[in-house]
T-cell receptor, first 112, second 119 residues
Framework: LAKTTQPISMDSYEGQEVNITCSHNNIATNDYITWYQQFPSQGPRFIIQGYKTKVTNEVASLFIPADRKSSTLSLPRVSRSDTAVYYCLVGLSNTGGFKTIFGAGTRLFVKA | GAVVSQHPSWVICKSGTSVKIECRSLDFQATTMFWYRQFPKQSLMLMATSNEGSKATYEQGVEKDKFLINHASLTLSTLTVTSAHPEDSSFYIC???????????????FGPGTRLTVT
């Protein structure tokens, strides 16, 4: 089971870049890494997914080193609306299907 | 993008009654749906995985007779909390996926959640 470890919480200020690192030492060869954002009383929202090296979309970048035992979500120029919990997930494939186990997540608080 | 809806968004019921929560994939077919439970300030806990047309697979510690899951079609899964008790009060979230099955890569879309309060 690919367990993930993230910092429990992080504080930042508006306009700064925020990097959240996730450890997943037991990641399987076929597993992708996915990050989600969750606001209170809402379902998680997909942010970005990657397998190796770097992936960038309109909201974030994901950096994955060659050994894939960790990954870093980078949020450029955060605003207060980015205050949320961020989850790093590594998929577990089993026979005939997939399932994902959520770790504790990182609670990001963006200050004015 | 793929949209998953849940109904109701919140429900209050009396202890001992049953409550049904619906999860629908609105613009895609979902062969697999997942049900999670989340308590305040905690992470999501996977309860069960349901595959269309077959019995759900429950995670360890989740009572299958208490949390009945039905996935009768490719766009609808239901979770019924039977004989609800106050300790069942929680935020229940479903997700649907994958849309494509590249090995290890999948897309999982979450519903908005259902807040259940048992009095």
């Amino acid at each position: 089971l690919a367990k993930t470890t993230q910092p429990i919480s992080m504080d930042s200020y508006e306009g700064q870049e925020v990097n959240i690192t996730c450890s997943h030492n037991n990641i399987a060869t076929n597993d992708y890494i996915t990050w989600y954002q969750q606001f209170p009383s809402q379902g998680p929202r997909f942010i970005i997914q990657g397998y190796k090296t770097k992936v960038t979309n309109e909201v974030a970048s994901l950096f994955i080193p060659a050994d894939r035992k960790s990954s870093t979500l980078s949020l450029p120029r955060v605003s207060r609306s980015d205050t949320a919990v961020y989850y790093c997930l590594v998929g577990l494939s089993n026979t005939g299907g997939f399932k994902t186990i959520f770790g504790a997540g990182t609670r990001l608080f963006v200050k004015a | 993008g793929a949209v998953v809806s849940q109904h109701p968004s919140w429900v209050i019921c009396k202890s001992g009654t049953s409550v049904k929560i619906e999860c629908r994939s609105l613009d895609f077919q979902a062969t697999t749906m997942f049900w999670y439970r989340q308590f305040p300030k905690q992470s999501l806990m996977l309860m069960a995985t349901s595959n269309e047309g077959s019995k759900a697979t429950y995670e360890q510690g989740v009572e299958k007779d208490k949390f009945l899951i039905n996935h009768a079609s490719l766009t609808l899964s239901t979770l019924t909390v039977t004989s609800a008790h106050p300790e069942d009060s929680s935020f229940y979230i479903c997700s649907a996926g994958p849309l494509s099955r590249t090995a290890g890569s999948y897309e999982q879309y979450f519903g908005p959640g259902t807040r259940l309060t048992v009095t």
